[in-house]
C-alpha cells in the first residue's frame, strides 16, 4: 500500500507540474495572439559545429519588435554577397556589430557603405559571440568572402565569452580550468535539456514573453544569472583567454594578407592595456571607440540601456570612417 501512495503522490505531482506549464501556454495562445513567434523566429538560429551557432541561412525571421532580421546565404545578417567586384571589408564583431534592437540601414556598418563607395561592406556581426567564435567564423568564411581588410569590434564581455561554456548553443571556449585546452571544436551536439529550454524561448508565446521580458530587465540593471556553485574565472585567466583568442585573429590576417583595425569600447583598465599590448605587437591599429561618444548631445544606448541606438551608431560609423580610409590607405 505504501508504494501505492507514493506513486499516487509522485503521478498528482506530475500533473500538477504539467497542468502549471501547459495552461498559461494554452491561456496566451487563446487570449493572447499578439504573442505569437513570428513566422520564421522560430528557426532563425542554427547550431554550428564551427562557431556554435548562426543564423539559418537566406532566411529572414522577427528577433526583435524593432526590426526584421534577414541572413544571406552564409547565414550572416546582410544581403547576398554577389560577386566580387571591388576590395571587401569584413566587420566582425558581436551583437554591437550585428545590431541588436535596429534595423539593418541603421546599424553603422550600413552608415558607413555611403561613406565607402568603392569598398563593399560585410557585416558578420553574430549575436553572443566572443572574439575565440570571431576568430572560428572568419576561419570558416574568410576564403568565401575573401575580404581586403578586417574591422574587429569588441566589448567587455568579450574576455569572459572567450572562457565560458554557456550560450544559445555549445560552441567552443578554451578551458581556463584545463590549461585553457581548446574545448567543444567542433562543437558536440546540443544536449536534449538544452533543445527543449530552447523551444520554450523561440516556439512558445506564454514562456517566450517572459523569457523576453526578463532579457530585458535583466540588460538594464546589468545583472548576470550565474550559480554560486560554479567557479569563475579570475582576472589574471580572462586575461590569458585573451592572449590566445586575439593573437588568433591577427595570426590568420596576416596568414591570408588581410589588413585588420581595431576598435574596442566599455573596456575595464585591464582590458584596455591588454588588448592595446597585444594590438601593438601585431602593429594592428588600435582605438578606444568610447571616444566617439564623448561628444554625444543625447543617449546612445538602445532601450536595453547597453546596446547602441540609431544615434549611437551613426557616432560609431563618423568615429571609425576616417580611420578605416587611413587603414586602407596605408594598405595600398
Given amino acids: 500500500m505504501d508504494y501505492l501512495r507514493k506513486l499516487a503522490k509522485a503521478m498528482l505531482i506530475l500533473v500538477l507540474i504539467a497542468v502549471a506549464f501547459v495552461i498559461p501556454e494554452l491561456l496566451s495562445r487563446v487570449l493572447m495572439p499578439a504573442w505569437a513567434p513570428g513566422e520564421d523566429s522560430a528557426s532563425l538560429w542554427e547550431p554550428n559545429i564551427y562557431t556554435g551557432w548562426r543564423q539559418i541561412p537566406s532566411n529572414a525571421a522577427n528577433f526583435d ?17 554577389g ?152 582576472q589574471k585567466d580572462l586575461i590569458q583567454g585573451m592572449q590566445i583568442a586575439l593573437p588568433m585573429i591577427y595570426d590568420l590576417c596576416a596568414k591570408k594578407h588581410i589588413s585588420i583595425i581595431l576598435f574596442a569600447h566599455d573596456l575595464e583598465p585591464y582590458q584596455q592595456s591588454v588588448v592595446q599590448s597585444l594590438s601593438s605587437a601585431h602593429a594592428v591599429p588600435y582605438y578606444n571607440l568610447d571616444e566617439a561618444f564623448i561628444k554625444a548631445t543625447q543617449d546612445i544606448r538602445y532601450r536595453d540601456g547597453r546596446h547602441w541606438n540609431v544615434y549611437g551608431n551613426q557616432l560609431v560609423a563618423n568615429y571609425m570612417y576616417p580611420r578605416i580610409v587611413s587603414m586602407t590607405s596605408v594598405a595600398r
Avoid: C
Fill in 83 to 234: 560577386e566580387k567586384t571591388k576590395p571587401r571589408i569584413l566587420f566582425l564583431g558581436d551583437s554591437f556589430t550585428h545590431g541588436f534592437g535596429i534595423k539593418n540601414g541603421e546599424r553603422f556598418t550600413a552608415k558607413l557603405q555611403p561613406l565607402l563607395p568603392n569598398y563593399q561592406i560585410i557585416n558578420a556581426g553574430v549575436l553572443g559571440f566572443g572574439t575565440l567564435q570571431e576568430f572560428f567564423l572568419l576561419k570558416l568564411y574568410a576564403d568565401a568572402i575573401q575580404p581586403d581588410y578586417i574591422v574587429l569590434q569588441m566589448y567587455k564581455n568579450d574576455f569572459i565569452d572567450n572562457l565560458d561554456t554557456k550560450g544559445m548553443h555549445p560552441h567552443p571556449y578554451l578551458d581556463w580550468q584545463n590549461q585553457f585546452a581548446l574545448t567543444n571544436y567542433p562543437v558536440p551536439k546540443m544536449p536534449l535539456s538544452q533543445r527543449f529550454f530552447l523551444y520554450l524561448l523561440k516556439d512558445t508565446y506564454f514562456y517566450r514573453q517572459l523569457a523576453g521580458q526578463l532579457f530585458l530587465f535583466s540588460m538594464k540593471l546589468h545583472i548576470e544569472f550565474k550559480p554560486d556553485e560554479i567557479p569563475e574565472p579570475q
Fill in 65 to 81: 519588435p524593432d526590426g526584421w532580421v534577414g541572413s544571406n546565404a552564409l547565414g550572416l545578417r546582410d544581403k547576398q554577397l
